[in-house]
């Protein structure tokens, strides 16, 4: 059984840090595209960073330059380092596997990120 855990959520000021973090298990690590997504109330499921066994990653243009995406091929973890936060950043931030080249992809459960003063 596939299992995604996120953990690092909670409450930032504004221009502060985050470290999220997904722990990834029932699955071949190697062969998964792991990405990080994020949703607001009302809104569309948006992709934030992904990142191949490889190590290419790719950024939504709204947090390239502040976000950095990672991953432990043995721990078989994704970290999603957040940087400068902004109030636009709050959300509820997914962990998703994505086989390659194709097949069903996983989530996790999610963890809520909310920057405010």
């Known amino acids: 059984q596939v299992q995604l855990v996120e953990s690092g959520g909670g409450l930032v000021q504004p221009g502060g840090s985050l470290r999220l973090s997904c722990a990834a298990s029932?699955?071949?690590?190697?062969?998964?595209?792991m990405g990080w997504y994020r949703q607001t109330p009302g809104k569309q499921r948006e992709p934030v960073a992904a990142?191949?066994?490889?190590?290419?990653?790719d950024y939504a243009s709204s947090v390239k330059g502040r976000f950095t995406i990672s991953r432990d091929n043995v721990k078989n973890t994704v970290e999603l380092q957040m940087n400068s936060l902004k109030s636009e950043d709050t959300a509820v931030y997914y962990c998703?596997?994505?086989?390659?080249?194709?097949?069903?992809?996983?989530w996790g459960l999610g963890t809520q990120v909310t920057v405010s003063s």
């Open positions: 990142i191949t066994w490889a190590g290419l990653s």
């Open positions: 029932g699955l071949i690590f190697s062969s998964y595209v």
């Open positions: 998703n596997a994505r086989p390659s080249p194709s097949g069903p992809e996983y």
